[in-house]
């Protein structure tokens, strides 16, 4: 007698855990489980850095070389010993000395966000940096320290379009003679700093050119 009144007080709580449990599995399969914990996305921080060092200064650029393909002209720029600045692309011609200073200031203070990696096969196209760049930036900085005395050190940077956003444009190190890639990335470099250099060459520096070089290999002097 006991036990069968037992299971018939059970029941009736029997029932209700099972009424519930349908309940929570239909919540479940029509909205998912009630907290979810989001899956961390965080993409890593993208590495930017200035081209100069701090053990480097200003007076360590002795040359400079602008091209825009996009104007179809040119400048180089060469820094003399009494540190003023003359024209290497034009004979016996003096560029306007405080343009000259302000596009090496401009140059000191470029900095680099990488981007995305390339290799032989990668496509640059959609970078704006094939058939050929938008822009060159080339510059010589005295290389301290050498084996055999001061040397001074080519850079290029081609600049191909601007980004989506409109605020950089893609750049990749080259070699500055035979125009070549170099490195492994493609760089989002700053916009109002390329236009800053290719607004002088189109205005402070326009009355002295002459015909661009047909040599675009031209560089700063390196010995």
Do not use: C
């Not at 070699?175 to 002088?200: F, P, Q």
Request: charged letters at 15%.
């Amino acid at each position: 007698m006991n036990q069968k009144r037992v299971r018939k007080s059970n029941l009736p709580y029997t029932v209700m855990l099972l009424l519930f449990a349908g309940l929570m599995v239909g919540l479940l399969i029509d909205n998912g489980p009630p907290f979810q914990p989001k899956a961390n996305n965080a993409t890593p921080a993208a590495i930017e850095a200035p081209i100069f060092g701090p053990e480097q200064s200003l007076d360590d650029i002795i040359g400079i070389r602008l091209v825009s393909h996009v104007a179809d002209a040119s400048i180089l720029l060469v820094r003399g010993q009494d540190n003023s600045w003359v024209r290497g692309d034009v004979a016996n011609a003096v560029p306007d000395p405080t343009a000259a200073e302000f596009a090496t200031e401009v140059i000191y203070n470029l900095w680099l966000t990488q981007l995305v990696k390339f290799d032989a096969t990668s496509d640059l196209s959609q970078y704006g940096l094939d058939p050929q760049p938008q822009f060159v930036v080339s510059f010589g900085v005295i290389a301290y320290n050498q084996s055999n005395g001061n040397e001074v050190k080519d850079t290029t940077l081609h600049i191909g379009s601007l980004n989506p956003d409109q605020t950089a444009y893609y750049a990749v190190f080259a070699d500055g003679v035979t125009n070549a890639r170099l490195g492994e990335w493609v760089y989002l470099i700053d916009k109002e700093s390329i236009n800053t250099l290719m607004d002088l060459l189109a205005t402070n520096f326009a009355p002295l050119d002459a015909t661009p070089p047909a040599d675009e290999s031209q560089t700063p002097p390196t010995s």
